[in-house]
Nanobody, 124 residues
């Protein structure tokens, strides 16, 4: 079983930056790992969970709303994913979740493992 733990959320003023981390543990054995693809999603009050950014063996993918402002990365051991968030806006306020799966998807429902979420609040 894979466990994901997010950290790094908080309160920041508009235009500021935050860096989120997602540490994965308990990866499955075998050639195909359960964390080959990792993604960040967010959910604001009253809204559906939406894709933010993803990383897998072929590269990175971003939602249009965060392109040029957010950067996803992963350590060489592929056990920790990061989300560097710059030029934050009030509309970025949400609970941010880390997710992992064998393959990359934009749809939240297709991910196998989820973290508990970390709150990001951007004040105007």
């Amino acid at each position: 079983q894979v466990r994901l733990v997010e950290s790094g959320g908080g309160l920041v003023q508009a235009g500021g930056s935050l860096r989120l981390s997602c540490a994965a543990s308990g990866r499955s054995s075998g050639r195909t790992t359960s964390t080959s693809a990792m993604g960040w999603f967010r959910q604001a009050p009253g809204k559906e969970r939406e894709f933010v950014a993803g990383v897998n063996w072929s590269g990175t993918t971003y939602a249009d709303s965060v392109k040029g402002r957010f950067t996803i990365s992963r350590d060489n051991a592929k056990t920790t994913a990061y989300l560097q968030m710059n030029s934050l806006k009030p509309e970025d306020t949400a609970i941010y979740y880390c997710a992992a799966s064998q393959l990359f998807y934009r749809e939240a429902s297709r991910y196998d493992y989820w973290g508990q979420g970390t709150q990001v609040t951007v004040s105007s």
